[in-house]
T-cell receptor
Framework: QKEVEQDPGPLSVPEGAIVSLNCTYSNSAFQYFMWYRQYSRKGPELLMYTYSSGNKEDGRFTAQVDKSSKYISLFIRDSQPSDSATYLCAGRNTGGFKTIFGAGTRLFVKA | EAQVTQNPRYLITVTGKKLTVTCSQNMNHEYMSWYRQDPGLGLRQIYYSMNVEVTDKGDVPEGYKVSRKEKRNFPLILESPSPNQTSLYFC????????????FGPGTRLTVL
């Protein structure tokens, strides 16, 4: 079993829709959870990270972690065609320097 | 401009021919790492380095070598490439205090025939 599981999609939504991207993880020691966005032919870039359980909001993006169910979510409000990319979730231990990534979910936002 | 650079961006080679992929960062970051990205498997860590002369294995280190002689550079060496090392490779760096934000290079697409 992979430490971080993510549905590869693709997920296709119309412009303006609310997008929900999800991951599950198996390592109980994970305390930090990250979401990276990767455009085609580019390296990943960090969108946001959270510590332990809870929500974090940044503009149209909200990250949510439920440690009791080992579930990580990213919500995108008012989705735009420019949000079309692959979204990678990731986790790591406190004090650890190994980040474990999911396989990524490919998102298409249609104008 | 703060960036991580990798060279070459594309490389086609043959089995057994030693190659080096270079990685350089201009952000004075202590931490550097190499990943490979394969369809369905996502990003998997090959090696990482906490600082000059300090390196450690990631999840898939077999067939790879690294060195960290200068803070800004972290080359990836394939001594005897094999077809199963055909992949998209990314170098990343971060400061130790901001480890959750890794800055990635543009990637190197390697094909081993």
């Amino acid at each position: 079993q992979k430490e971080v599981e993510q549905d590869p999609g693709p997920l296709s939504v119309p412009e303006g829709a609310i997008v929900s991207l999800n991951c599950t993880y198996s390592n109980s020691a994970f305390q930090y959870f990250m979401w990276y966005r990767q455009y085609s032919r580019k390296g990943p870039e960090l969108l946001m990270y959270t510590y332990s359980s809870g929500n974090k909001e940044d503009g149209r993006f909200t990250a949510q972690v439920d440690k009791s169910s080992k579930y990580i979510s990213l919500f995108i409000r008012d989705s735009q065609p420019s949000d079309s990319a692959t979204y990678l979730c990731a986790g790591r231990n406190t004090g650890g320097f190994k980040t474990i990534f999911g396989a990524g979910t490919r998102l298409f936002v249609k104008a | 401009e703060a960036q991580v650079t990798q060279n070459p961006r594309y490389l086609i080679t043959v089995t057994g021919k030693k190659l080096t992929v270079t990685c350089s960062q201009n952000m004075n970051h202590e931490y550097m790492s190499w990943y490979r990205q394969d369809p369905g498997l996502g990003l998997r860590q090959i090696y990482y380095s906490m600082n000059v002369e300090v390196t450690d294995k990631g999840d898939v280190p077999e067939g790879y070598k690294v060195s960290r002689k200068e803070k800004r550079n972290f080359p990836l060496i394939l001594e005897s490439p094999s077809p199963n090392q055909t992949s998209l490779y990314f170098c990343a760096s971060s400061g130790l205090e901001s480890y959750n934000e890794q800055f990635f290079g543009p990637g190197t697409r390697l094909t081993v025939l």
